[in-house]
Each structure stands twice: as C-alpha cells, then as structure tokens.
C-alpha cells in the first residue's frame, strides 16, 4: 500500500496530477458557515445546496 502523501496548499485548487480528492467531515446538525466549508462555497455552489438539501430531506427520512 502506497503511503498518504502531504501537500500544503490551497484545497480547493490541487496542484498535483493525476486524480484528487477533497476528504472533510461534515455535522449533521444542517451548520454551513464555518471554517473549510466557507472556501468550497466560495470556489463551487453545488456542494452547500446538495449539503442543505440532504439535511432538509434528512429530517423527513429518520437517517
């Protein structure tokens, strides 16, 4: 197994090649607007409206 490689930057823009992924833990408690989250929303829209839409359809479908 290939070991995780570190590299300091701006998350939002990868630099490396080849494939990237964009890892972060988020609450269930429906809070946008703190931290992390504020540069994905500021760079991409989708990712806060489909966070706010799953925790709107979360509290009709017991998750």
């Known amino acids: 197994m290939k070991e ?3 590299i ?3 998350a939002t823009s990868p630099q490396a090649k080849g494939t990237k992924i964009i890892a972060h833990i988020c ?3 429906g809070g946008w607007g ?3 989250v504020l540069a ?3 760079r991409w829209k989708e990712p806060e409206s489909s966070y706010r839409k799953w925790h709107r ?3 009709k479908n017991d998750f």
Do not use: A, M, P
């Open 57 to 59: 359809e979360r509290s």
């Open 27 to 29: 609450n269930d408690l």
């Open 40 to 42: 994905i929303s500021k």
């Open 8 to 10: 300091k930057g701006d």
């Open 4 to 6: 995780i490689k570190y």
């Open 34 to 36: 703190k931290g992390f």
